[in-house]
């Protein structure tokens, strides 16, 4: 976490995606969360990488695993458009650290004597590491048993975009290696956590770990993520293996071995923290299954996308506009959002219509602060899915800005109702309109080519 900090800071993205004078779409709940004025943000993260330095060292290994989490998770929270679900799960790992004992041994706080030498930590702090590792398997295996998954068009998608045709032979085209990757990811996804457990497929298990991420890490710009997961994936091991590794440091290894009585009682969970510890635990296990509880494709809507380990599922190019009309003079106009936006976000937002609604509440805000005057916000907005023919994503009709941005219905959002496609839908984006029958709006200029954001 150390180095994807200073990779953030020596490519300037911490003052790109954080900037504190763009607008931010922020989570539900959370809209108090703001970037820092100035240099802030750059500050906290080199706070950051000296705190992910102090916790691999185990030096004030508590204080430091705090500071990384509060800052860690400020970063998460302050714009949607950045969400990745390894950022989602490294939240979650930070905010564990921080309550397990891991600077017991050859840590700086065992050496400067502020904490006491042990070979022994409470198996639920190992449980509760497999059970967050294993969270992204299982359920990312389970989101993939989905029609549109399995027609294979999403990752027929993603190597279109990489290029797989003009690298590999003619033998494994697009077609075939979409049904490899299709059909393996979800296998690999559903299987690994059991395979690597059984000690007997256990080495097996973690050359196919390690040759899955590697390939992803190749493949797809998910930056650290890769990493993160292969050597995370180690906790399903022996709990001995690195003494077996490191088998020069045995010797003292046995000196700590053991563990005074008064010493280990306090490491015993009480019946409160038992019980709080599986309530956290279901909490997860329900949570990502959220998604059933909504009406329609969740790809289409992305309710119940978020923190549910959906990945890859689909691949959506996005075209639309903004209209602002004065209510007083009932004049329209289109609005120009990239001075509202980075251009990351900008590619990013369109596919999810909370943010298009947050936007279209941005938009009004700044208007009435500008000119004293209520605008209506309408948008008209087209959306592919994994290759379906385009349709409408969001009624054009509606006042957006008069929409309540929290609401478990949105009878805005129109229902998908375009089918997949053996031949995905390949016309260019500022073409649509050519190919399309669009609604016959008032506001809408015709000449007009709709602003390009592929997702």
Avoid at 176 to 202: K, Q
Wanted: overall charge positive; glycine content about 6%.
């Amino acid at each position: 976490m150390a180095a994807w900090g200073f990779d953030y800071l020596r490519t300037d993205r911490v003052r790109l995606l954080c900037a504190p004078d763009m607008f931010h779409f922020t989570y539900t709940g959370f809209s108090w969360v703001q970037p820092w004025p100035g240099y802030g943000m750059v500050v906290q993260f080199v706070v950051m990488m000296v705190a992910g330095i102090m916790i691999a060292a185990g030096a004030m290994y508590r204080i430091a695993s705090i500071v990384f989490a509060l800052g860690f998770t400020h970063f998460f929270l302050i714009d949607r458009t950045n969400y990745q679900n390894h950022y989602y799960l490294i939240v979650l790992l930070s905010w564990l650290m921080t309550i397990l004992p891991a600077n017991r041994l050859f840590s700086m706080d065992v050496l400067n004597g502020t904490v006491t030498a042990s070979g022994f930590i409470p198996r639920w702090c190992l449980l509760l590491l497999q059970f967050h590792i294993a969270l992204p398997y299982v359920y990312g295996g389970i989101a993939k048993i989905d029609g549109d998954w399995l027609s294979t068009e999403p990752m027929r998608n993603v190597l279109r975009i990489q290029g797989w045709s003009n690298t590999v032979p003619n033998w494994f085209n697009d077609g075939a290696a979409a049904f490899a990757f299709t059909w393996g990811g979800l296998f690999f996804d559903l299987l690994i956590v059991p395979a690597i457990v059984w000690r007997r497929t256990r080495v097996v298990a973690f050359i196919l770990t390690v040759t899955f991420h590697l390939s992803n890490s190749l493949m797809f710009r998910i930056h650290v993520f890769p990493w993160l997961m292969i050597a995370a994936t180690t906790v399903f091991f022996a709990p001995d293996w690195p003494d077996r590794c490191l088998c020069w440091f045995y010797s003292a290894r046995k000196k700590t071995d053991s563990v005074e009585p008064e010493q280990g009682r306090g490491l015993i969970l009480s019946r409160p923290a038992t019980i709080g510890m599986l309530a956290y635990c279901v909490f997860h296990l329900l949570w990502p299954l959220r998604h059933w509880t909504y009406n329609g494709n969740t790809g289409w809507t992305e309710q119940g996308h978020y923190f549910s380990w959906r990945m890859m599922l689909r691949g959506k190019t996005v075209g639309l506009r903004y209209y602002l009309t004065d209510t007083e003079t009932g004049m329209t106009q289109q609005a120009d959002i990239r001075k509202f936006l980075n251009p990351e976000q900008q590619v990013k937002f369109a596919k999810d219509p909370e943010m298009i609604l947050d936007l279209a509440h941005g938009l009004a805000g700044e208007s009435l602060r500008r000119t004293g005057k209520r605008m209506e916000v309408r948008a008209l907005v087209l959306a592919s899915l994994n290759g379906r023919k385009p349709q409408l994503l969001i009624d054009p009709t509606i006042d957006l800005a008069a929409q309540p941005r929290f609401a478990f219905h949105r009878s805005w959002i129109v229902p998908l109702y375009e089918p997949l496609r053996k031949v995905p839908w390949t016309v260019p984006l500022n073409d649509w309109e050519n190919h399309l029958d669009l609604p016959n709006l008032p506001f809408l200029n015709p000449q007009t080519q709709i602003s390009a954001n592929h997702q």
